[in-house]
C-alpha cells in the first residue's frame, strides 16, 4: 500500500561496502549498503531490484535486513544478492528497491541449514520479481 501511495517501491540508495564475505563462502556474496539513519525495515528476506551506477537495467535480487542471528546477531544491516551476477560492485553507487517481503528473520541451526533456506529464498524472490511491474 505505501509503494502505491508514493508511486515507486521502497528505496534506498548507498555505495557498495564490504563486509564480512561469508555469503560468499555460501555461494551468495552479497552486496552491503548502509541505511540512512533512522530507517528502519522489518527485519527478514525481500524480493529486490538493484539499479548499479553506470547501468540501465535494474538487476534482480534477493535483499536481507537483520541483525544475522545465525553468524553474530549484530546491528542489523542491509545484504543483497544479485541473481545471476558475477562481479565486483565495491565502492559503487546502487540503488536497491524492495519489491515484496518473502519471510521474516530467523536463526538457523548450521550455516548449511541457512544455505538451504538462502536457495529456496532466491527461487521466491525470482517469482515474486517475475510478476512485479517496475512501479507499483
Not at 555461494?27 to 525495515?41: D, S
Not at 534482480?60 to 542471528?69: I, M, S
Not at 562481479?87 to 517481503?101: I, N, Q, S
Request: charged letters at 25%; one cysteine or more; hydrophobic letters at 45%.
Amino acid at each position: 500500500g505505501a509503494a502505491r501511495a508514493l508511486g515507486h517501491w521502497w528505496r534506498v540508495a548507498g555505495k557498495v561496502e564490504p563486509g564480512a564475505r561469508i555469503g560468499t563462502g555460501l555461494g551468495f556474496p552479497t552486496i552491503n549498503i548502509e541505511l540512512p539513519r533512522g530507517a528502519a525495515l522489518m527485519h527478514g528476506i525481500y524480493a529486490a531490484r538493484v539499479l548499479i551506477e553506470g547501468e540501465t537495467d535494474p538487476r534482480e535480487g534477493a535483499a536481507y535486513f537483520g541483525t544475522r542471528p545465525t553468524v553474530d546477531a549484530g546491528s542489523p544491516r542491509l545484504e543483497v544478492f544479485l541473481l545471476d551476477f558475477d562481479g565486483d560492485l565495491y565502492g559503487r553507487d546502487v540503488a536497491v528497491e524492495l519489491v515484496g517481503f518473502i519471510r521474516g528473520d530467523k536463526r538457523f541451526a548450521s550455516m548449511e541449514e541457512m544455505r538451504v533456506q538462502m536457495d529456496a529464498d532466491c527461487a521466491a524472490s525470482r517469482a515474486i520479481l517475475a510478476g512485479a511491474p517496475a512501479t507499483p
